[in-house]
């Protein structure tokens, strides 16, 4: 495992975290929560799953965390396509989560943010409609 799943660090990077949302008015009003992307991997369960947003509007007032990864020479078995979007709706299973998404995972559970956005997760990389995904999701970026 790697050194961000230290609880000591994690801890601390969390009570940074609320020490900023709580007592810096610049950081606050330096969030849009109006915007949300179209996809989100809701990180609260046990297991990661994806979800769309607009499921999640009536109610969705929570911060989410983004992360972009490069996307050339990547194995789309580690994306989102049109073959594995339904799968991961259910879940994103363990075998489907580079080391790098592991530990976004693990930071927003420490930091108690329940949604993440990672680029090739959360835009179709392939398959049908995925340029078109690709144009409406890729300004997220």
């Known amino acids: 495992m790697s050194a961000v799943t230290k609880i000591s660090e994690l801890s601390l990077a969390r009570t940074w975290y609320l ?19 179209m996809r989100l991997i809701d990180v609260r369960g046990p297991s990661p799953r994806l979800v769309l947003s607009e499921d999640l509007k009536e109610g969705l007032s929570e911060s989410y965390v983004t992360l972009s990864h490069r996307w050339s020479n990547f194995d789309d078995r580690f994306s989102l396509t049109q ?13 489907d989560v580079l080391p790098t998404l592991r530990d976004a995972i693990l930071v927003c559970r420490a930091l108690e943010v329940p949604y993440l956005w990672v680029d090739f997760m959360c835009i179709i990389r392939s398959g049908e409609g995925s340029l078109e995904d690709w144009q409406e999701n890729g300004l997220a970026m």
């Open 19 to 37: 020490r900023c949302r709580l007592e810096h008015d610049d950081c606050e009003q330096g969030c849009d929560q109006a915007y949300y992307p």
């Open 83 to 95: 073959d594995n979007i339904s799968q991961y709706q259910t879940e994103i299973g363990e075998e």
